[in-house]
T-cell receptor
Framework: GDSVTQTEGQVALSEEDFLTIHCNYS??????LFWYVQYPGEGPQLLFR???DKEKGSSRGFEATYDKGTTSFHLRKASVQESDSAVYYC??????????WGSGTKLIIKP | DMKVTQMPRYLIKRMGENVLLECGQD?????MYWYRQDPGLGLQLIYI???????SEGDIPKGYRVSRKKREHFSLILDSAKTNQTSVYFC??????????FGKGTRLTVV
């Protein structure tokens, strides 16, 4: 079946560091890809989405580019802040309209 | 203001008691979800509802049932709660453009 893989369970950075969280997917066709962010005590909320090859999604300084060739949608931010501490989920909706989640990556920002 | 509301936010129950978790949404979304979230396991899908009285099992339905008698309400029921059902439960609804809106979660402890 279709799947989403986030290889990092946890990432620890210092403020102003560059962030990359990896997301790879397995699905046929062109699934819609998402990044969600979950702050402590809250439910996940949409960060942004992308629906076609080479499309870039972005919000709040975060960005990711849909890459069908490498089946990836890696999340990046040039300079992280303490307020970015959260859990980040990659997800997709496949051709059967099934929503599939990655396992999540906890971002810890050291002050 | 689009909102998914979960009640209660915190709940402590004894093993063997029945548990009712309630969820409401004010967006007239057809599709709603129940997930549980445990440390290191991400979001696990319990049930999906496609509309009133149209429910499907997710990945971990055992020990749970759901009820959806009105489009805006979706309930999760645990008949005879078990200690391994201690978790944080999230309700979500899916809007146009496939964005998913989550509630703030219910932290259930079964002792």
């Amino acid at each position: 079946g279709d799947s989403v893989t986030q290889t990092e369970g946890q990432v620890a950075l210092s403020e102003e560091d560059f962030l990359t969280i990896h997301c790879n997917y397995s699905a046929s066709g062109y699934p819609t890809l998402f990044w969600y962010v979950q702050y402590p005590g809250e439910g996940p909320q949409l960060l942004f989405r992308a629906s076609r090859d080479k499309e870039k999604g972005s919000s709040r300084g975060f960005e990711a580019t849909y890459d069908k060739g490498t089946t990836s949608f890696h999340l990046r931010k040039a300079s992280v802040q303490e307020s970015d501490s959260a859990v980040y989920y990659c997800a997709l909706i496949d051709s059967n309209y099934q929503l599939i989640w990655g396992s999540g990556t906890k971002l810890i920002i050291k002050p | 203001d689009m909102k998914v509301t979960q009640m209660p936010r915190y709940l402590i129950k004894r093993m063997g008691e029945n548990v009712l978790l309630e969820c409401g949404q004010d967006m007239s979304h057809e599709t709603m979800y129940w997930y549980r979230q445990d440390p290191g396991l991400g979001l696990q899908l319990i049930y999906i509802s496609y509309d009133v009285d149209s429910n499907s099992e997710g990945d971990i339905p055992k020990g749970y049932r759901v009820s959806r008698k009105k489009r805006e309400h979706f309930s999760l029921i645990l008949d005879s709660a078990k200690t391994n059902q201690t978790s944080v439960y999230f309700c979500a609804s899916e809007g146009a453009g496939t964005e998913v809106f989550f509630g703030k979660g219910t932290r259930l402890t079964v002792v």
